[in-house]
Nanobody, 130 residues
């Protein structure tokens, strides 16, 4: 089992930046692929970004490409999401997710698909004011 706890959310003005953190419990964090998703009111949960277990491969949604950066520190069991040039449409609850080694290496695995993650955090609210 992995427990994920997000932090760093809050209110930010448009054009500003925010760094979200996701702290994971457990000894096997370094073997997990990690992702960030978000859900705005009345909308479905959507993919934001993901990173491989080693940190060597990253993925971004078109909506955040060039404005977001995902990174991980396996020594600290933490994954980060740096968001810059924030827009009001970035307002959402941001969720951290973990995909176990077996799942992340299974045929058909997609880092973009929320059903391909095993564990989820409670979420952290990011509100961007115009």
């Amino acid at each position: 089992q992995v427990q994920l706890v997000e932090s760093g959310g809050g209110l930010v003005q448009a054009g500003g930046s925010r760094r979200l953190s996701c702290a994971a419990s457990g000894r096997t964090f370094s073997s997990y692929a990690m992702g960030w998703f978000r859900q705005a009111p009345g909308k479905e949960r959507e993919f934001v970004t993901a990173i491989s277990w080693s940190g060597g491969t990253t993925y971004y949604a078109d909506s955040v490409k060039g404005r977001a950066a995902i990174s991980r520190d396996n020594a600290k069991n933490t994954v980060y999401l740096q968001m810059n040039s924030l827009k009001p449409e970035d307002t959402a609850v941001y969720y951290c997710a973990a995909a176990g080694f077996s799942r992340a290496n299974a045929p058909g695995y997609s880092p973009f698909r929320f059903s391909d993650y095993d564990f989820w955090g409670q979420g952290t609210q990011v509100t961007v004011s115009s």
